[in-house]
């Protein structure tokens, strides 16, 4: 099956800091990655999509510029949080969606980064 | 708006049957998912259903009934390490997913 990898696994960053997280697919080309951030017993929430080569998309109520998003390749995005406060201490999932005949509109995620900002 | 509804916990015993119910409104409908997370993990795909009927895969069933805006994850012969969280998901009119809040189930031996 496809495999969407993530890294890091898990970061600390004291306050004020910018943490960046990267999401790959490593089997597959992913035309359309997605973030979501999870809370505690909380379900997902998406934060953003973003298409290769175009700009990312943002739900609302999520700011564009302290969330950055770069899709550089099909195989690549990434997850910038600058300026992290400990209310951005969450669980950052990515997933990645790849357009085939066989599963369409399956996502594939990655294994999740757990950031805790001090 | 759009909406996942699904029981937040639900309890059942090593080797037992549960179901755990999703109903739905969402803008559009182009397939459910069922997720299963354990905590501290990423969701790993279950199943998907985008046609009314029962899908079965092993010791999981997911069914669907478009009409009715439901499914249902069935899993049988259960296992301790069953237990997990299981999300439902809806995906729109725009191919997004919208999450239901997912459904704790505790397994006791």
């Known amino acids: 099956g496809a495999v969407v990898s993530q890294h890091p696994s898990w970061v600390i960053c004291k306050s004020g800091t910018s943490v960046k997280i990267e999401c790959r697919s490593l089997?597959?080309?992913?035309?359309?990655m997605f973030w979501y951030r999870q809370f505690p017993k909380q379900s997902l929430m998406l934060m953003a999509t973003?298409?290769?080569?175009?700009?990312?998309?943002?739900e609302q109520g999520v700011e564009k510029d302290k969330f950055l998003i770069n899709h550089a390749s099909l195989t690549l995005s990434t997850l910038t949080v600058t300026s992290a406060h400990p209310e951005d201490s969450s669980f950052y999932i990515c997933s990645a969606r790849a357009w085939t005949s066989g599963d369409s509109y399956e996502q594939y995620f990655g294994p999740g980064t757990r950031l805790t900002v001090t | 708006g759009q909406n996942i509804d699904q029981p937040t916990e639900m309890t059942a015993t090593e080797g037992a049957i549960v179901q755990i119910n999703c109903t739905y409104q969402?803008?559009?409908?182009?397939?459910l998912f069922w997720y299963q997370q354990h905590a501290g993990e990423a969701p790993t795909f279950l199943s998907y259903n985008v046609l009314d009927g029962l899908e079965e895969k092993g010791r999981f069933s997911s069914f669907l009934s478009r009409s009715k805006g439901y499914s249902y994850l069935l899993l049988k012969e259960l296992q301790m390490k069953d237990s997990a969280s299981y999300l439902c998901a809806v995906m729109d009119s725009n191919y997004q997913l919208i999450w239901g809040a997912g459904t704790k189930l505790i397994i006791k031996p």
């Open positions: 973003s298409n290769e080569g175009s700009k990312a998309t943002y």
């Open positions: 089997d597959f080309q992913a035309t359309t």
């Open positions: 969402t803008s559009g409908f182009n397939g």
